[in-house]
C-alpha cells in the first residue's frame, strides 16, 4: 500500500462517542476529517470508506456502529447492504460509449435490446431508464427471492413487464 498510516479517531455526537479506525496516506487527511465529521454531524450512524488513487489504496476507513442501538462498532470486514452504487459507474460508462458515438440517450432502449420492446416499451428512450421515467418502477409479480442474482431470468422479467404508468409521464424510483 501507499504510504498508509494507521487512523484511530473518535467522533461524539449527542452523547455518544463514535469509534473509527483505519489506515491512510496523510496526503488524503481530507477524507478522514470528513468521514470523521459525518459522525460528529449525525449524517452516519456505521459507515466504511476506501479510496484507490493510480491502482493503490490509499484510504480504508470504518466506523460507528453496525446496529441502530449503537452497541455493535462497525469492523473492518462489516458486510453492508451498497443501493444505488451501480448508478454512477453505469453511468460513467454509458457517457463514454455517448462520446465515442456509439450510443445516443434519445435511442430507444429496445435499439440495443430488442427483447425490451415488448408490452408498450418499444419506444421508451435509453434517458428515461436513466431518469426513471420509463414506468417500471418495479416488476409485478415480484419476481420469485434470489432472482435478482439470475441475470437472465431478470433480464426477461424486465423485458417482459408493461410500463405501470405512461411512460416518460412521471418519475417511480426503478429498483430493478
Same mark, same amino acid.
Given at each position: 500500500?501507499?504510504? &498508509?498510516?494507521?487512523? $484511530? ?7 455518544? +462517542?463514535?469509534?473509527?479506525? *483505519?489506515? !491512510? @496516506? /496523510? ?55 451498497? &443501493?444505488?452504487?451501480? $448508478? ?7 457517457? +463514454?460509449?455517448?462520446?465515442? *458515438?456509439? !450510443? @445516443? /440517450? ?71
Amino acid at each position: 500500500m501507499a504510504n &498508509m498510516q494507521p487512523v $484511530k479517531t473518535n467522533a461524539t455526537f449527542d452523547g455518544k +462517542l463514535y469509534p473509527s479506525e *483505519g489506515f !491512510a @496516506d /496523510p496526503r488524503f487527511s481530507k477524507v478522514i476529517e470528513r468521514f470523521i465529521e459525518n459522525f460528529s454531524e449525525g449524517s452516519e450512524t456505521g459507515a466504511c470508506t476506501a479510496v484507490t488513487y493510480n491502482g493503490e489504496t490509499v484510504v480504508d476507513l470504518w466506523g460507528g456502529f453496525k446496529d441502530r442501538l449503537k452497541t455493535k462498532p462497525w469492523e473492518q470486514h462489516t458486510i453492508t447492504n451498497l &443501493m444505488s452504487i451501480a $448508478k454512477a459507474i453505469t453511468a460513467t460508462c454509458f457517457f +463514454l460509449l455517448v462520446e465515442r *458515438g456509439l !450510443a @445516443d /440517450p434519445n435511442d430507444p432502449v429496445s435499439k440495443y435490446w430488442p427483447e425490451f420492446a415488448q408490452n408498450g416499451k418499444k419506444d421508451i428512450p435509453i434517458r428515461w431508464i436513466f431518469d426513471h421515467r420509463a414506468g417500471i418502477p418495479v416488476l409485478d409479480p415480484s419476481p420469485p427471492p434470489g432472482t435478482i442474482y439470475n441475470w437472465d431470468a431478470m433480464c426477461a422479467a424486465i423485458a417482459k413487464q408493461a410500463p405501470m404508468f405512461p411512460p416518460g409521464e412521471k418519475c417511480a424510483y426503478h429498483v430493478f
